[in-house]
């Protein structure tokens, strides 16, 4: 069945630097990922959304990877912010199972000031 | 710009009743979705539907049904509340099968 893995642990930085959370995927091969924000006592917000034949993808100060390979993604926040502080989750996207997602448990990411 | 709206936002019921909660947007998406988030499952998919008519199911569709008469609104049905469906419930739509899915602001349900 299909597992995903995201850093268990919550991930605590420096404002500034370059935060990086991890998604492992294993007996799957998704077409698509997707990474969300989730606040607390809200719903997940759409961040990115990478293909298979995609190794990055770029917005704003948000950077993607998808390494089919590794069965792994890497979302990197670059000059992070306190602002930036939240559960980010990676989903895979089932091909041909319309739209169909599977959901990580989130990485919980503080950025100090 | 109401885009996708959830009713009630909090909800207590007993076990055994009927609960239905609501879910509405705005912009002709053709897939919505009901997902449940526990503590230690993280999001998981009820039910979702590809266009009006159409449902399929999730995940952990057990104890719950859904309808989609209309492309706009997609209710989602406990028919014998279970303590076991204390949650948190979202919906979500999306332009497509494989493309973003956009979240409603979620619905707490306590069954007593």
């Known amino acids: 069945s299909q597992k995903i893995e995201q850093n268990s642990e919550a991930l605590n930085i420096q404002e500034g630097k370059t935060a990086t959370l991890t998604c492992n995927y294993t007996?799957?091969?998704?077409?698509?990922l997707q990474w969300y924000r989730q606040d607390p006592g809200r719903g997940p917000v759409f961040l990115l959304l990478?293909?298979?034949?995609?190794k990055e993808k770029r917005k704003e100060r948000l950077k993607v990877t998808f390494d089919t390979t590794l069965k792994q993604s890497l979302f990197h926040i670059t000059a992070s912010q306190p602002a930036d502080s939240a559960t980010y989750l990676c989903?895979?996207?089932?091909?041909?199972?319309?739209?169909?997602?599977?959901f990580g448990q989130g990485t919980e990411l503080s950025v100090k000031p | 710009d109401a885009g996708i709206t959830q009713s009630p936002r909090y909800k207590i019921t007993e076990t055994g009743r009927q609960v239905t909660l609501m879910c509405h947007q705005t912009?002709?998406?053709?897939?919505m979705f009901w997902y449940r988030q526990d503590l230690g499952h993280g999001l998981r998919l009820i039910y979702y539907?590809?266009?009006?008519?159409?449902?399929d199911k999730g995940e952990v569709p057990d104890g719950y049904v859904v309808s989609r008469s209309k492309t706009e609104n997609f209710p989602l049905t406990l028919e014998s509340a279970t303590r076991s469906q204390t949650s948190v419930y979202f919906c979500a739509s999306s332009l497509g099968a494989q493309e973003a899915q956009y979240f409603g602001p979620g619905t707490r349900l306590l069954v007593l």
């Open positions: 989903a895979l996207d089932i091909y041909n199972q319309g739209g169909k997602l599977i």
């Open positions: 912009w002709s998406h053709s897939y």
């Open positions: 007996n799957y091969s998704p077409a698509y």
């Open positions: 539907s590809a266009a009006a008519d159409i449902t």
């Open positions: 990478i293909r298979e034949n995609e």
